[in-house]
């Protein structure tokens, strides 16, 4: 049996072996045919989930429109102000809710 080999500079050879060694050697490039494709279905590079394309939304960044900063600030602004509602007496508390938080008047 003749096995081919392709080397990266274009060199070419070609090696006459026994059968059954060349049976070994055809069954290990299925195997290590079949493992990279299983690793390259695991993968995704870094520049197709980056890419930039009508219809085509990236996957796995976060969305530039989306301000952090102000959502953290918000958060303890937020948290702020309802522990200063905690501290009231509970008349209080009851009235700043219902004017804040449901829109409703003080008539």
């Not at 989930?49 to 900063?69: V, W």
């Not at 309802?82 to 009231?88: D, E, G, P």
């Amino acid at each position: 049996m003749k096995i081919k080999y392709e080397f990266v500079t274009g060199e070419r050879l070609e090696i006459e072996v026994e059968d059954n060694i060349g049976e070994i050697v055809v069954e290990m490039e299925v195997m290590q045919s079949r493992r990279n494709r299983t690793e390259t279905r695991r993968h995704n590079s870094y520049e197709s989930m980056q890419e930039q394309r009508p219809g085509y939304n990236p996957r796995q960044f976060i969305d530039e429109k989306a301000d952090i900063e102000q959502y953290i600030v918000d958060s303890e602004d937020w948290e702020r102000l309802h522990q200063a509602i905690r501290k009231l007496e509970a008349k209080d508390a009851l009235i700043v809710h219902k004017y804040f938080f449901e829109n409703r008047t003080m008539s």
